[in-house]
């Protein structure tokens, strides 16, 4: 069955480590997202990809990184993970209009 | 840039009973698309009813329908017969269909309770 996944759901790490957030979707989607959501809840656009080896920055401004090296698959990257990006994270990805999310990974950095 | 605004921050609806969710939106663009997203307490976020501007009627799926008023800006959700099931944060979006851009544009929810 098509579907979002994405690993790990969650996740605890001490200040200064390096982590990647994996976003995987076997619906051949063209387009893959990131959004970081709140404990208010609201949906900040942090990364979008249009394809392979196509990325861009989101509305919210944020020190991950993200790579699109295979269709399927779209990496979220923090170098050095810090307190203030403790959030929920969730990866979407959308053939047109539509976007289709996964369960999200909630990240605690202590 | 498109706005979504979503004015209610918590409902609340008795069991079987009809609510209705407000969402008003800004654009300058004529062709677009509108959706409802459901996020239940700690699980996915998934798409619930979606409405193409350029279509004049109001879409529905089963016991989920919109009151989409364009010139008003307007695209609320009815629920009807509500359940336990249905209590959970509820999204407005906007999608352009002009351009390459295919970000979302998100409302910042409403938290709807079903009362048993």
């Known amino acids: 069955e098509a579907d979002i996944y994405q690993t790990p759901r969650y996740l605890v790490i001490g200040t200064g480590k390096k982590i990647t957030l994996e976003c995987s979707q076997t619906m051949g989607h063209d387009k893959m997202y990131w959004y970081q959501q709140d404990p208010g809840m609201e949906l900040h656009l942090i990364h979008y990809?249009?394809?392979?080896?196509?990325?861009e920055k989101g509305d919210l401004s944020s020190e991950s990184t993200v790579s699109r090296i295979r269709t399927e698959h779209f990496p979220l990257t923090l170098e050095s993970a810090r307190p203030s990006h403790t959030s929920q994270y969730l990866c979407?990805?959308?053939?047109?209009?539509?976007?289709?999310f996964g369960p999200g990974t909630r990240l605690t950095v202590t | 840039a498109q706005t979504v605004t979503q004015s209610q921050p918590e409902m609340s609806v008795q069991e079987a009973e009809t609510v209705t969710l407000s969402c008003t939106y800004d654009?300058?663009?004529?062709?677009?698309?509108l959706f409802w997203y459901k996020q239940p307490p700690s699980r996915q976020m998934i798409l619930v009813i979606r409405q193409e501007a350029y279509k004049q009627q109001n879409a529905t799926e089963n016991r989920f329908s919109v009151n989409f008023q364009k010139a008003a800006k307007s695209f609320s959700l009815k629920i009807s017969d509500s359940q336990l099931g249905d209590a959970a944060m509820y999204f407005c979006?906007?999608?352009?269909?002009?351009?390459?851009?295919?970000?979302?544009?998100f409302g910042s929810g409403t938290q709807l309770t079903v009362l048993p």
């Open positions: 979006a906007y999608a352009r269909v002009s351009g390459s851009a295919r970000q979302l544009t």
């Open positions: 979407a990805s959308s053939r047109l209009y539509e976007q289709y």
């Open positions: 654009t300058s663009e004529s062709d677009y698309y």
């Open positions: 990809s249009y394809g392979v080896n196509s990325t």
